[in-house]
């Protein structure tokens, strides 16, 4: 069975400070993971995603992540902060086998001005 | 225009009564899924599909049905709405080629009030 935790469902930080929101997951298997961001009033989009090619994973908007195999962890980060990012953002596991994804409760990100 | 969307948006109905959630996308995506999004539990997987006519159970299918006559179309149909299942229902899409990954992609949402 594959799962994820994302700790913290509120993360706040200031406009240019480090975003740093964390995800550990659980896989039996090889996995894909994700992350997908949510703007209000709108559906998810992705932001990027772990396929086994590189560890470090860049995606848009400035945001990477790394996979740690040892750790079972997929972190997101940004170097600094900028207003627009303040969205909620949801990290997310699948198999390479399969299609089906599960889905960690999210983390809201808030950028102070 | 390209894309997956969802209607209505917005829908307030009363205990007892049918409402059907209208997903359509532009892909040819083989996979859709429905998702309801409620506070403290992330996205929860409501019904999947593999292609048309296929349909399978996620994780909370109770007081839920779909069909899949076409590809394009993935309706979700709550036979008689309960106040539980007010909500936001998301539907989403994904490819079948596994290596790249899997995504999904989502439509904008359906809020749904049950009164």
């Known amino acids: 069975a594959q799962s994820v935790t994302q700790l913290g469902s509120h993360v706040s930080v200031s406009e240019g400070a480090l975003v740093l929101l964390r995800c550990n997951y659980s896989s039996s298997v090889p996995p894909y993971l994700f992350w997908y961001v949510q703007y209000p009033n709108q559906g998810l989009q992705l932001l990027l995603k772990y396929t086994s090619a590189a560890t470090l994973v860049k995606g848009i908007n400035g945001f990477e992540a790394e996979f740690k195999k040892s750790e079972t962890s997929f972190h997101l980060t940004k170097p600094s902060a900028h207003m627009s990012d303040a969205a909620e953002y949801f990290c997310a596991v699948s198999n390479t086998g399969g299609f089906k994804t599960i889905f960690g409760a999210g983390t809201r990100l808030f950028v102070k001005a | 225009d390209a894309g997956i969307t969802q209607s209505p948006r917005y829908k307030i109905t009363e205990t007892g009564r049918q409402v059907t959630l209208m997903c359509h996308q532009t892909w040819s995506h083989s996979y859709m899924f429905w998702y309801r999004q409620d506070l403290g539990h992330g996205l929860r997987l409501i019904y999947y599909?593999?292609?048309?006519?296929?349909?399978d159970k996620g994780e909370v299918p109770d007081g839920y049905v779909v069909s899949r006559s076409k590809t394009e179309n993935f309706p979700l149909t709550l036979e008689s709405a309960t106040r539980s299942q007010t909500s936001v229902y998301f539907c989403?899409?994904?490819?079948?080629?596994?290596?790249?990954?899997?995504?999904?992609?989502f439509g904008p949402g359906t809020r749904l009030t049950v009164l």
């Open positions: 599909s593999a292609a048309a006519d296929i349909t």
């Open positions: 989403a899409s994904s490819y079948t080629d596994r290596g790249r990954g899997n995504e999904q992609f």
